[in-house]
């Protein structure tokens, strides 16, 4: 078992916004954190990296309580690309990236070449190559959403948490950091992500961890945790998990609100 949650409990100050929450994943999962707005799913990831201290429970990394882990050895193990940030400075986007490799390299040490190099891939992977140059300031939130995927991936972590990653992308951009995702685990890396999309599981995930008001309602395989009796008490409207055909003949499951 690569990562293991046992009984997690944990909040904001004295606010307990999850309660209880396990699961698992091994090397090479995909797991993803589903529920509507409010559910807890970003609490969670912070909870994982300790950005916030939990209240109760455990994570394990190969057997090894987190607690005991030191910051840097921490983001060896995970790397983390969140919803948005905050910058003001005006790096350029190869800058950014590079900032990944913070946790490899030496205390008064500066980026080798080596770690430029990475960083220049990482960009080459979501096909951003091009933008190496231009300031992280001046570029669109679609644009910025995928430096953070890349500065995420440049880290080169065995855990890689993703705090929606589609979310701000248009549809090419999204098949651009699925692809991206499928690289990661195919280099030997898990990947955490949540998501608002109830279809979004289905072609990308292993592993689904359905919340709701912080409380879990199911984890497992994406069949068997997202059905529609499971996504109705979830999202309070009817749905169905349909299985479509495209043009080569490939089936793939989607959900589908009803309205009557």
Same mark, same amino acid.
């Given at each position: ?32 954190? /589903?529920?509507? +707005?409010?559910? #807890?799913?970003?609490?969670? *990831?912070? &909870?994982?990296? %300790?950005? !916030? ?81 231009? /300031?992280?300031? +001046?570029?669109? #939130?679609?644009?910025?959403? *995928?430096? &953070?995927?890349? %500065?995420? !991936? ?99 499951? !989607? ?6």
């Amino acid at each position: 078992m690569q990562l293991q949650v046992e009984n997690l409990i944990g909040g904001y100050g004295k606010k307990e916004i999850l309660h209880n929450i396990s699961f698992n994943i091994n090397e090479g999962d995909v797991l993803c954190i /589903l529920g509507p +707005n409010g559910c #807890g799913k970003s609490t969670l *990831l912070k &909870l994982l990296l %300790r950005i !916030i201290t939990k209240m109760t429970g455990n994570v394990f990394i190969h057997g090894k309580n987190t607690d005991k882990i030191d910051r840097k050895t921490l983001a060896q193990i995970f790397s983390y690309m969140p919803q948005s940030d905050r910058m003001l400075f005006p790096y350029t986007i190869l800058e950014m990236v590079t900032m990944g490799r913070t946790c490899h390299i030496g205390k008064w040490n500066t980026p080798s070449k080596d770690d430029i190099n990475i960083a220049y891939e990482a960009l080459e992977k979501l096909k951003i190559a091009h933008m190496a140059n231009k /300031l992280y300031t +001046n570029i669109s #939130g679609g644009e910025r959403q *995928l430096v &953070l995927i890349a %500065r995420a !991936i440049c880290q080169d972590a065995s855990i890689l948490i993703m705090d929606e990653p589609t979310s701000s992308l248009d549809f090419a951009n999204k098949l651009l950091v699925m692809d991206a995702i499928s690289t990661a685990v195919k280099e030997g890396r898990s990947v955490i992500l949540t998501t608002h999309s109830p279809s979004e599981p289905f072609s990308i995930a292993s592993k689904v961890l359905l919340l709701s008001n912080g409380r879990k309602v199911g984890f497992g395989k994406p069949l068997e945790v997202l059905t529609s009796k499971a996504l109705e008490r979830v999202y309070g409207i009817p749905m169905d998990i349909m299985t479509v055909t495209d043009r080569f003949n490939d089936e793939m499951n !989607i959900c589908m609100p009803i309205h009557k």
